[in-house]
């Protein structure tokens, strides 16, 4: 006997979100914008301390929290803790999202704004950044009065490395009056432009970070989101009691607490970036100004087969030809050898004037 399950329309008409492809271990790993030097030496040895007993218990979030909070600069009830960057995007669908009302995204982008926007049955709008990957904010504005249920802005922008000011945010705040507007943080150690201390002048701002970036920490999955206390509280009513595990929070705290090793790893991040990027210019690669810890970048109609040819070599990029065009690819900026060697090999595989027409 065969049984029909009943499954929900928005998850039949979309594809599953594809996750890295296994085996990335060992190779050049510069496609999805991870921490290549690793996380602080803080870390392993703080989660090599949790006893037995700590692991058999629920985890308790409050002496976390209040450290955590700190390190963002910010009251413990303005802090949210989730599992991952992911779940901290998710909620906002779980609070403010129903089946056949709008967000509104500007594509290219993070693509898990419009994974859950399918997922929950949103009519997702999406703008498109300008063929200098320039931030469309006549159309944003213009758009806000249609009042989408949510508007997200990944600030630094993945992929393009576009970055707002605050002041050009404040403008999106208060022309979205009827919006809550979700400001993506997860590259701000590497832009120095955080919307945090706006919170309590902005009841419609609502922050998304994560630890899985200068912190190094992706394996195990801890985000946050940050707003005022208030409009927090409907975010609250909407995640389950236990929604980061044991090892996510000691790895965090252990983390901040070793700031001089996430500050150096950002400080040299920055300076491989603007060397990498001069670089690429001298090869006739062109680039955008990026505030990550990535570059976009085009390599025109040679491109896809010398990312694949990088690929056989254990050099792995993400390329963006579906998204923007062919020849584009989103580079991580990696350790100091790892982006010599992607250089190396991008000279010895025969990219010149001839594959770049």
């Not at 900026?333 to 190396?344: D, N, R, S, V, W």
Request: glycine share 8%; aromatic share 8%; charged share 25%.
């Amino acid at each position: 006997m065969t049984a029909r399950l009943p499954v929900r329309k928005a998850i039949l008409e979309r594809r599953t979100y594809e996750a890295p492809a296994e085996g990335r271990e060992g190779k050049v790993r510069l496609d999805f914008n991870e921490n290549t030097s690793g996380c602080s030496p803080a870390v392993p040895r703080a989660l090599g301390k949790m006893s037995p007993k700590q692991i058999a218990m629920y985890p308790e979030y409050q002496r976390s929290t209040a450290l955590l909070a700190r390190y963002f600069g910010v009251r413990p009830s303005e802090v949210l803790l989730t599992n991952g960057g992911d779940d901290a995007l998710r909620v906002f669908f779980d609070t403010f999202v129903q089946s056949g009302s709008s967000i509104l995204i500007c594509e290219p982008t993070f693509p898990m704004y419009r994974y859950w926007g399918e997922i929950a049955g949103a009519k997702v709008k999406a703008l498109r950044y300008g063929p200098d990957m320039e931030f469309p904010m006549t159309s944003i504005l213009g758009a806000l009065r249609k009042k989408p249920r949510v508007l997200f802005i990944a600030n630094p922008n993945n992929p393009t490395g576009t970055l707002l000011q605050i002041v050009e945010i404040e403008k999106i705040l208060r022309a979205a009056s009827n919006t809550a507007v979700v400001i993506d943080e997860a590259y701000a150690e590497f832009s120095g432009v955080t919307l945090v201390p706006y919170i309590g002048k902005h009841a419609n701002l609502f922050i998304a970070r994560t630890f899985s970036k200068a912190a190094g920490l992706a394996a195990l999955r801890l985000g946050a989101v940050i707003a005022g206390a208030k409009s927090l509280s409907y975010l609250r009513r909407a995640m389950p009691p236990f929604p980061v595990n044991l090892a996510a929070l000691v790895a965090a705290q252990a983390a901040v607490r070793d700031g001089r090793t996430m500050r150096g790893y950002v400080r040299e991040i920055r300076r491989l970036r603007a060397w990498f990027e001069k670089e690429l210019h001298g090869l006739g690669v062109k680039t955008f100004p990026s505030a990550g810890n990535f570059l976009l970048a085009n390599f025109r109609p040679g491109g896809p087969r010398l990312f694949q040819r990088l690929e056989r070599e254990g050099i792995l990029l993400r390329e963006r030809t579906k998204e923007i065009g062919p020849g584009f690819v989103r580079i991580t900026i990696g350790k100091q050898a790892e982006m010599k060697l992607l250089l190396e090999k991008i000279k010895r595989l025969g990219f010149s004037a001839d594959t770049r027409r």
